[in-house]
């Protein structure tokens, strides 16, 4: 009696150590059971699988991100970051969710400088690049020049008389006389340039003044007075 007893316990352990086997053969091939018998949380997004605690991006939108919790995916979307202000060159990448700026600086007729940097894009302009990406330029301001032939000459910007201060002796613009002492033109006709104390001289005034002897005739040109 007591042997049998003692082989029914034997077959009954040997029954529930099978039974225990099977449920651990059934997690470990996948079918989604704890050995205790409960349903594992999973999330299934992108075609996979993610389990509790894993964190991931949607294929279909790469700026929104996701935490698989056992309730399910809790995603938030992302929000990018303002560019700074002198940024000239941005870029977007396909797996990226927010764009990158390259570079920052000023570009200025097509030519790009960096920050805080002075230029000369011209003899007349100086230019600065200032923090927010703008080239603020001050131009030159050149006031006339006082002579009626002046010059400009190359990496300078405002133009300069050679000959010194000059004017045209009248309308007809033919000749001309240096500024400073009157100068007879002729035997009859004394001129004079304008000066800055004339009025209409820093408008561009570049005809001088002059006076004719009365009942005079003039002589030929080698007969001027000195």
Known sequence: MMAQVSRERLSVARRI???LLALVL????????????????TCEANGSLYYVGEWYFLDSDHCTQCECTAEGSACARTECTTLPAACIHV???PTDCC??????????RAVVYELGQSFQPSECEQCTCD????????????????????????GKCCPECKD?????????RHQVIPAGEPVWVDSCTKCRC??????????????ATCSRLKNCTPEQPSAQHN
């Open 194 to 207: 304008h000066d800055g104390q004339d009025a209409g001289y820093w408008e561009g005034n570049r005809l």
């Open 164 to 172: 010194g201060p000059n004017c045209y002796t009248d309308a007809s």
């Open 26 to 41: 059934c997690a470990q091939a996948g079918f989604g059971f704890s050995v205790a018998g409960q349903q594992d949380s």
């Open 99 to 108: 764009p990158r700026c390259e570079k920052i600086g000023c570009e200025y």
């Open 131 to 154: 923090s927010d990406g703008i080239a603020r330029c001050l131009v030159a301001d050149c006031a006339p020049p006082p002579c009626v032939n002046p010059i400009y000459e190359p």
């Open 17 to 19: 150590r099978a039974g």
């Open 91 to 93: 870029s977007h990448y």
